[in-house]
């Protein structure tokens, strides 16, 4: 079985620019998460998909959005990129938006902003 | 506030030797889920162990165990028998099913594999 496929890898943007990023969850999966990791705030919660709707929103401004597609496939755009948003984006999936299924994260995306 | 803290920074400990990592973390629910993950340089994050709050027993997986004090609000992880593998970042976390779900993390705990 596949497992959570981020792409790209690594994206160097320069500021004010947008960005978009993309995670295929594991066949079957139907709930995806995101999350920030920057070594100044850690692992921060950015938003929970579960059958194209968003079910929870971190704390993070309305540059910050996402969608979920018919084929559980989300995305996460980021508008006016700020040197801040350097980081790393980690998306996990899961069968189910609850703790008792298993949460599978990708390898994230490395966002550099110059 | 739902906060996790992790207040080793760093760990090392001898190839095939016991290692604990420790972890507090705060909240008023009584419903939750603790975790304990793993995030080695190839950064994807892998799930060591989890923990159900509702349970008494011990979680054990392997060579990875915890010592879960609810009462405390305390969840460390033991590795025994550490492995050259076992270097990694590592993260306590936990999960409220009832309050949107998402996952709180501590800051991460580096530990380091001696030969």
């Known amino acids: 079985k596949a497992g959570v496929t981020q792409t790209p890898r690594y994206l160097i943007k320069t500021r004010g620019q947008q960005v978009t990023l993309s995670c295929s969850p594991i066949?079957?999966?139907?709930?995806v998460s995101w999350y920030q990791q920057t070594p100044g705030q850690g692992l921060q919660f950015l938003f929970e998909?579960?059958?194209?709707?968003?079910?929870n929103k971190g704390n993070f401004p309305g540059r910050f959005s996402g969608r979920q597609f018919s084929n559980s496939r989300s995305e996460m755009n980021v508008s006016t990129l700020e040197l801040g948003d350097s980081a790393l984006y980690l998306c996990?999936?899961?069968?189910?938006?609850?703790?008792?299924?298993?949460?599978?994260f990708g390898s994230g995306t490395r966002l550099t902003v110059v | 506030a739902q906060t996790v803290t992790q207040s080793q920074p760093e760990m090392s400990v001898q190839e095939a030797e016991t290692v604990t990592l420790s972890c507090t973390y705060d909240?008023?629910?009584?419903?939750?889920?603790l975790f304990w993950y793993k995030q080695p340089p190839s950064r994807q994050m892998i799930l060591v162990i989890r923990?159900?709050?509702?349970?008494?027993q011990n979680a054990t997986e392997n060579r990875f165990s915890v010592n879960f004090q609810k009462a405390a609000k305390s969840f460390s992880l033991k590795i025994s028998d550490s492995q050259l593998g076992d270097a990694a970042m590592y993260f306590c976390?936990?999960?409220?099913?009832?309050?949107?779900?998402?996952?709180?993390f501590g800051t991460g705990t580096s530990l380091t594999v001696i030969p």
């Open positions: 909240t008023s629910e009584s419903d939750y889920y």
């Open positions: 066949s079957g999966h139907r709930s």
């Open positions: 998909y579960f059958s194209e709707t968003q079910r």
């Open positions: 923990q159900e709050a509702y349970k008494q």
């Open positions: 976390a936990y999960r409220i099913p009832n309050t949107g779900n998402q996952f709180y």
């Open positions: 996990a999936s899961s069968e189910q938006p609850h703790p008792n299924y298993g949460y599978t």
